[in-house]
């Protein structure tokens, strides 16, 4: 049986105005008002400073910590967003419809937020990773470090990777939100858990996936 590769799902461009350099970009997501964010370590690894697009506007952050293993990175930057994501407060089940939201390909498709929807597969990830849950929704290069959202706009994983798209179909992969959860908190870090299970109108869905999520990119 031919081996299938599992894919990070950060963009790598060139850009023209930085002389042809490479510039490493995905999505990330603010978890609370005083303008923390997550997203992937393998997103910011290797940068020296991570950027996010928020409002037009560029704003540095600065690195407060990571885990290699469950691949996440905390960031802050100096602003005060709108709106942020609740955490699920509700186990997550299989058929669940689910939204994602990222950059694919970073701003070389478009620097407009890209909406992708599906179901939630399974419970766990590849080689039974229980830290993970399968998905059938789209994700691509750009995508990394974007939330996945339950149809009441909570948090339910964070975007990382799928399976290699000329082996397979509709094989992607998040970071459970409680996995991200012990995270933040061995962080001092808390997030607020929803207090209300339902379903929420595509607009309001709209809102928080656009207010809440940014464009990340470091060269």
Known sequence: MKRTFKIKCEENTSNSETGGSNI???TAFFINNNGHLLTNNHV????????????????DTK?????????????????KPKIFFNF????T???????????????????????????LSSLKGIED????????????????????????????AIAVSGLAKDQTEGINFGIKSSSAEIFLRT???????????????????????EEGTVYTYCN
Not at 99 to 107: D, F, M, N, T
Not at 129 to 156: R, T, V
Not at 191 to 197: E, L, Q, R, W
């Open 93 to 119: 089940k299989k058929l669940s419809k689910i939204y994602v939201a990222g950059y694919p390909l970073g701003k070389g498709l478009s620097d407009d937020l890209k909406i992708s929807s599906g179901k």
């Open 88 to 91: 699920s407060n509700n186990e």
């Open 63 to 79: 690195l407060i910590a990571t885990d290699k293993t469950l691949d996440l990175a905390l960031l802050k930057a100096e602003l």
């Open 44 to 59: 910011v690894e290797g940068c020296t400073i991570s950027k996010v697009s928020y409002k037009n506007k560029d704003y």
């Open 129 to 156: 990773n229980s830290n993970e849950i399968q998905i059938d929704a789209p994700i691509n290069p750009g995508n990394s470090g974007g939330p996945i959202i339950n149809e009441n706009g909570d948090l339910i």
């Open 187 to 209: 962080n001092k870090i808390n997030v607020k858990k929803s207090m209300y299970a339902g379903i929420k109108d595509n607009d309001r869905l709209l809102e928080i996936l």
């Open 24 to 26: 490493a970009s995905g």
